[in-house]
T-cell receptor, first 118, second 112 residues
Framework: DVKVTQSSRYLVKRTGEKVFLECVQD?????MFWYRQDPGLGLRLIYF???????EKGDIPEGYSVSREKKERFSLILESASTNQTSMYLC?????????????????FGPGTRLTVL | KQEVTQIPAALSVPEGENLVLNCSFT??????LQWFRQDPGKGLTSLLL?????REQTSGRLNASLDKSSGRSTLYIAASQPGDSATYLC???????????FGAGTQVVVTP
């Protein structure tokens, strides 16, 4: 089974702190994603990466950065945490389709990190 | 821009009844469609992925259909159980890289 793990289930930080959220997957997936989930706004993509050292902005990248130094690990960084970044953060991974006859790119999620910024 | 809608937002059924969950999307040019389950305060669990060339996918009591031309997918859960109580989310794959557009979800309660 695919396993995606996140470093913390709950995290409390203060405004202005630099925050690191870590995600590790054990299935050798090329693609990794960071989302945030908020009531009434649903899941929104922050950043994704399709290879080591590669990154692409999602829908809401402002205030965030990412790092992918190894294939299995994708980190989300809040450079200077603010109260509006209080949210549930979800990491996911997938493998790209193997060929035109098999477009299976099922995405698997971690357990989430509930971040509170005071 | 692709919009994904799930109606109803909430559903309550007695144990044993079949569940029918609906998902609609505005742009039929999707790559794949995936159904997830989310328990309160937890991450998402993948239930089924329907590839763009498929019409349906089955796993145990779950069956999902896809009609791209009409912009609809339906998730059927047979003989519901209290353990099926959760929020069910559908997500459209916008491209082969796996960028997803989520619906808001349907919150399901199965009463004993």
């Amino acid at each position: 089974d695919v396993k995606v793990t996140q470093s913390s289930r709950y995290l409390v930080k203060r405004t202005g702190e630099k925050v690191f959220l870590e995600c590790v997957q054990d299935m050798d997936h090329e693609n990794m994603f960071w989302y945030r989930q908020d009531p009434g706004l649903g899941l929104r993509l922050i950043y994704f990466s399709y290879d080591v050292k590669m990154k692409e902005k999602g829908d809401i990248p402002e205030g965030y950065s990412v790092s992918r130094e190894k294939k299995e690990r994708f980190s989300l960084i809040l450079e200077s945490a603010s109260t509006n970044q209080t949210s549930m953060y979800l990491c996911a991974s997938s493998t790209p389709p193997s060929d035109v006859w098999n477009s299976n790119n099922e995405q698997f999620f971690g357990p989430g990190t509930r971040l509170t910024v005071l | 821009k692709q919009e994904v809608t799930q109606i109803p937002a909430a559903l309550s059924v007695p144990e044993g009844e079949n569940l029918v969950l609906n998902c609609s999307f505005t742009d039929s040019a999707i790559y794949n469609l995936q159904w997830f389950r989310q328990d309160p305060g937890k991450g998402l669990t993948s239930l089924l992925l329907i590839q763009s060339s498929q019409r349906e996918q089955t796993s145990g009591r779950l069956n999902a259909s896809l009609d791209k031309s009409s912009g609809r997918s339906t998730l059927y859960i047979a003989a519901s159980q209290p353990g099926d109580s959760a929020t069910y989310l559908c997500a459209v794959h916008l491209d082969s890289w796996g960028k997803l557009q989520f619906g808001a979800g349907t919150q399901v309660v199965v009463t004993p």
